[in-house]
């Protein structure tokens, strides 16, 4: 399909800490026991999208994450991970790689999405439109919007703080207004020549942008190059491409013969209509941008410039999220052993659950329904785990209660433990009688026996 893909992996993001260290960047956070950048890698792998820009925000981050891909998928996919500075956001990202695109279209996709949606299905249609941008929009999740920084623990019952607001044309191909964050609680401005070329435009506050895009590259690396500023591409550089898709400045891969003394004038005005005319009467239904360009009944004696900004609406069936607060990270999770198990790449049990043939599990332990049980784990008597996720050889001690949580890897938890909503970070010590609820520990951490915690956040301080 002559795509190249860029997947956009992040580094240690803050809204993540203390899930996230030096040692475990964003993409290697585990969902289901596994790394969420690999659900991106082999949703790509599935639509035929195998040669890959992994572009990590930091060096060790890159390093950690290069050495995962070359042990997990040497055989299988072509990756090159390149490493660029904290902080640039997705626009410098992007800017940061600008030299190792050379494609007509290029896939930009989060390392964080967790997704059942083609990504070969985006560049079909953004091929079909010959567009400048086509975004994958799908339905909010149930939990609220992505972008809500909602972090569980203490803020498991507010509702989320942002949305994102989409204005699309009546066919709902086109987008023609896009705001999110603070801009939503700003009123809505839509230029006027767009509303009079469209007739009507919907407004919807019940889909995400789920930073999956297919963009022209000429197109993309000229707004980079032009606004040095942009950091975003959701919030700079998509919104500005909508904008200005009516008065466009875009070269789009061709010359752009702009006669400042007017001497072919004549004749660049027979060929532009012909040329107009023709993509009008090929195409099945002219877009508002093809009859816009070509003035009120034609009448235009020069072709107005536009480009093309599309939307892919996926189907409210599919399961779409992306990993970026914590409690999307426990969403996640309990939806990858729960209801979207089919994303989790494993078989379970008659039961409805994962437990490896090599854990051990003591008297009267129960483990129920959608939980996972990760290998060489341990669990003494009379434990009970409900919807959770428990990682690789774990020591668990006996009377120990796990419910609606995620425990990753080398955790030792004490006689007596209860821990309740909450996320335990790798190499964790819980001494005897521990009670966790809604909390995250980060790794290494050691909690005291007999100790409570409720809606904390605890973390060792990292060496500078």
């Known amino acids: 399909m002559d795509f190249q893909v860029v997947v956009l992996a992040g580094g240690t993001s803050k809204n993540l800490v203390p899930l996230v260290s030096k040692e475990v960047p964003k993409a290697l956070l585990p969902v289901a026991n596994r790394p969420v950048l690999s659900y991106v890698l082999e949703l790509l792998e599935q639509s035929n999208l195998k040669d890959l820009i992994v572009v990590v925000e930091g060096e060790d981050a890159a390093l950690l994450v290069g050495a995962w891909i070359s042990g997990a998928y040497i ?7 390149a490493a660029v500075p904290e902080d640039v956001g997705t626009a410098g990202a992007l800017r940061a790689v600008a030299h190792h695109l050379s494609a007509k279209d290029i896939l930009v996709v ?6 059942d949606i083609s ?16 975004a994958m929009l799908c339905s909010t999740p149930v939990s ?30 086109f987008l023609l207004h896009l ?49 040095q500023t942009f950091q975003s591409l959701k919030q700079d550089v998509l919104p500005y491409l909508v904008r200005s898709q009516l008065r466009s400045e875009l070269i789009l891969n061709e010359t752009q013969a702009e006669d400042n003394n007017g001497n072919e004038k004549d004749s660049s005005q027979n060929n532009n209509k012909v040329v107009l005319s023709q993509l009008v009467a090929n195409a099945s239904t002219p877009s508002f941008h093809e009859l816009y360009a070509l003035g009120p009944n034609g009448s235009s004696p020069v072709p107005r410039k536009t480009h093309k900004c599309c939307a892919y609406i996926a189907s409210k069936s599919k399961y779409c999220v992306r990993l970026n607060s914590i409690q999307a990270f426990c969403d996640i999770n309990r939806d990858v ?13 008659a039961h409805n659950n994962i437990i490896y043939p090599s854990v051990v ?28 996720v428990i990682g690789r050889h774990c020591r668990i001690g006996s009377n120990v209660k796990v419910v609606n949580s995620v425990v990753m890897n080398h955790v030792t938890i004490g006689d007596g433990c209860s821990i309740q909503g909450s996320v335990i ?25 007999g100790s409570e915690y409720k809606g904390e956040s605890l973390a060792r301080k990292e060496k500078q």
């Open 75 to 81: 055989d299988r996919l072509h990756i090159k991970v």
């Open 110 to 115: 989060s390392g964080d999405l967790v997704c």
């Open 337 to 349: 052993i729960g209801d979207a198990s089919h994303l989790s790449g494993y078989s379970f049990s």
């Open 119 to 134: 990504p070969g299905a985006v560049a079909a249609a953004h091929r079909r439109h010959d567009a400048v941008v086509t």
């Open 425 to 449: 970070c790798s190499n964790v010590q819980l001494q005897d009688r521990a009670v966790l609820k809604d909390c995250q520990i980060g790794a290494g951490y050691v909690v005291t026996g």
């Open 361 to 388: 599990l003591g008297s009267k332990t129960t483990v129920g329904p959608q939980c996972m049980v990760g290998e060489g784990s341990q669990m003494g008597d009379k434990c009970s785990v409900k919807r959770s």
């Open 144 to 173: 609220g919007a992505l972008d809500s920084g909602s972090s569980g623990g203490k803020d498991k019952a507010k509702k989320p703080g942002r949305y994102n607001i989409i204005g699309l044309d009546p066919s709902k191909q």
């Open 179 to 227: 705001a999110s964050g603070t801009e939503v609680e700003k009123d809505i401005r839509v230029q006027k020549s767009i509303l009079r070329a469209v007739g009507h435009m919907e407004i919807r506050a019940d889909l995400m942008d789920a930073h999956l895009y297919a963009f022209n590259r000429s197109a993309l690396q000229e707004v980079l190059n032009q606004k």
